[in-house]
C-alpha cells in the first residue's frame, strides 16, 4: 500500500501503475438520472468515496453549484479516523469528500453522474489507480432516504443501460460520522499541481470533466472562491 506523501515526493511510479491509472481518466458521458432529488432551498450535502481523496476532491470543486468541498474518512466502526490508521485499512473507513452544494445550480443525481463518470471507476472493487484497500472502496453515503432512492435508482439504470463493460460495484451506505482529513490532505491538487501522483492519477479525471460536461464545469477552484 501506497504511503502517498512520501510516494509523491520521490516519484516512484511504476509502469505498471501508470497504465493502470490512466485506464479510465478519459470519462465516459453517462445520461442524466431519470431519478432525482425534489427541488430543495438552501445549501445540500453530499458524501462520496471513489479512490484517494485528492482526485475525488479536486474534481468536484470544479463542479458548478459546488461551494465546498472537504477531504475526510467515513463508514468506519472506529469512533476515530486520521490518515495512518485508515491508511492501515484497520478503521473500516473509507477516504471520502464532504461536498456542500447549491442544489439551485447542481442537483444530486447531477453530482452523482458525475462522481460515475469522471472521479472514480465505479466498476473497481476496493482499489483505484495505483491505490488498493478497502479504505479506497468506491461508496456512497446518503442523509437521507430520498438520497439513497436517488443513488440506487441511477445504478440500477446505468446497469440496465450497460453503461460500464463490467458491474458498478458501488456500496450504497448510510452517512454516520464524517472525520475531516488532516491539513496537508485539504485542497492538495489545487495547492500541489505539479505533484508528479496529481499529474498521473487526476489532473486526467478534471480535464475529462471539462470536456465531457463543459457547461457543468467552472475553472474556479469552489475552495478558493
Not at 27 to 39: E, F, K, N, W, Y
Not at 66 to 86: F, I, L, M, P, S
Not at 148 to 155: D, G, L
Amino acid at each position: 500500500m501506497f504511503r502517498r506523501p512520501f510516494f509523491v515526493a520521490l516519484a516512484a511510479f511504476s509502469l505498471t501503475a501508470c497504465t493502470s491509472a490512466f485506464a479510465r481518466d478519459d470519462g465516459i458521458r453517462l445520461p442524466d438520472p431519470a431519478t432525482d432529488a425534489a427541488p430543495a432551498s438552501g445549501e445540500q450535502i453530499a458524501v462520496l468515496a471513489g479512490g484517494c481523496f485528492w482526485g475525488v476532491e479536486g474534481v468536484f470543486e470544479h463542479v458548478r453549484g459546488v461551494k465546498h468541498v472537504t477531504a475526510g474518512y467515513t463508514g468506519g466502526d472506529a469512533r476515530h479516523a486520521n490518515y495512518e490508521d485508515v491508511s492501515e485499512g484497520d478503521t473500516g473507513h473509507a477516504e471520502s469528500v464532504r461536498i456542500v452544494y447549491d442544489p439551485a445550480v447542481v442537483s444530486y443525481g447531477q453530482l452523482l453522474k458525475v462522481y460515475f463518470s469522471v472521479a472514480q471507476d465505479p466498476t473497481l472493487l476496493n482499489e483505484q489507480g495505483p491505490d488498493h484497500g478497502t479504505q479506497y472502496r468506491s461508496a456512497i453515503f446518503y442523509a437521507t432516504p430520498e438520497q439513497k432512492r436517488v443513488a440506487e435508482a441511477y445504478i440500477a439504470q446505468l446497469g440496465t443501460a450497460h453503461a460500464f463493460s463490467a458491474p458498478i460495484v458501488t456500496a450504497v451506505t448510510p452517512l454516520t460520522a464524517f472525520y475531516p482529513a488532516e491539513d496537508y490532505h485539504q485542497n492538495y491538487m489545487r495547492l500541489n499541481p505539479d505533484s508528479m501522483y496529481i499529474r498521473i492519477n487526476d489532473l486526467p479525471k478534471v480535464l475529462a470533466l471539462q470536456r465531457i460536461y463543459p457547461q457543468q464545469y467552472t475553472a474556479t477552484w469552489a475552495n478558493a472562491r
